[in-house]
């Protein structure tokens, strides 16, 4: 069964970087793509980034100059990077996992998730 | 960016009633998919490329839809249905989810 997990700091002060993992067990990060959401305060989901089985990546443009996804083939995790927090970074942030190579992409694995407080 | 407008925003339904919720997309895609989220837990697939069911969704639950109108129906509620459902396009970049619509027990 695929299995995702995320890991990370639950507090994060403002302009620092926020860095979570994602490791995954049952299925290799070299087969499918591997995403971030994140669930805002109020409910709000937001599509943060994707890595290909490749390690290619596509970020939202919203976040473009502030994220970076890698990945670990070798301990089967991926990772998040996020500069330049502010108060407004603060959300529970999930790993998923994209059930398709292609458009349209949905996400049909998902970690329990990890809430991220941005707060001096 | 492909804005996605639920409604209703919250609503309570009794045991066997005929549940219908909606998605707008703000242009058209070409599939809609579906998640339910209890609280506490994350959020799990439940109707993806518009139509079909993820793995152990009840029968009860339907998609359909097309072009920038989409629904989530449930034929008879019952009580576990009571969660947020979230509406999500991956047709067009960047990829994005709707408010949610609150289904409550009545």
């Known amino acids: 069964e695929v299995q995702l997990q995320e890991s990370g700091p639950g507090l994060v002060k403002p302009s620092q970087s926020l860095s979570l993992t994602c490791s995954v067990t049952g299925y290799s990060i070299t087969s499918n793509y591997w995403g971030w959401i994140r669930k805002f305060p109020g409910n709000k989901m937001e599509w943060m980034g994707y890595i290909s089985y490749s390690g290619s990546t596509s970020y939202n443009p919203s976040l473009k100059s502030r994220i970076s996804i890698t990945r670990d083939t070798s301990k089967n995790q991926f990772f998040l990077q996020l500069n330049s927090v502010t108060t407004e970074d603060t959300a529970t942030y999930y790993c998923?996992?994209?059930?398709?190579?292609?458009?349209?992409?949905?996400?049909?694995?998902w970690g329990q998730g990890v809430m991220v407080t941005v707060s001096s | 960016e492909i804005v996605l407008t639920q409604s209703p925003t919250t609503m309570a339904a009794s045991p066997g009633e005929k549940v219908t919720l909606t998605c707008r997309a703000s242009s058209s895609v070409s599939y809609m998919h579906w998640y339910q989220q209890r609280s506490g837990t994350s959020p799990k697939l439940w109707i993806y490329?518009?139509?079909k069911l993820a793995s152990g969704v009840p029968n009860r639950f339907s998609g359909s839809g097309s072009g920038t109108s989409y629904s989530l129906t449930i034929n008879s509620m019952e009580t576990e249905d009571a969660a947020t459902y979230y509406c999500q396009q991956g047709s067009s970049y960047p990829y994005t989810f709707g408010a949610g619509t609150k289904l409550e027990l009545k």
């Open positions: 490329e518009t139509s």
């Open positions: 998923a996992r994209l059930g398709l190579r292609r458009a349209p992409y949905y996400f049909d694995y």
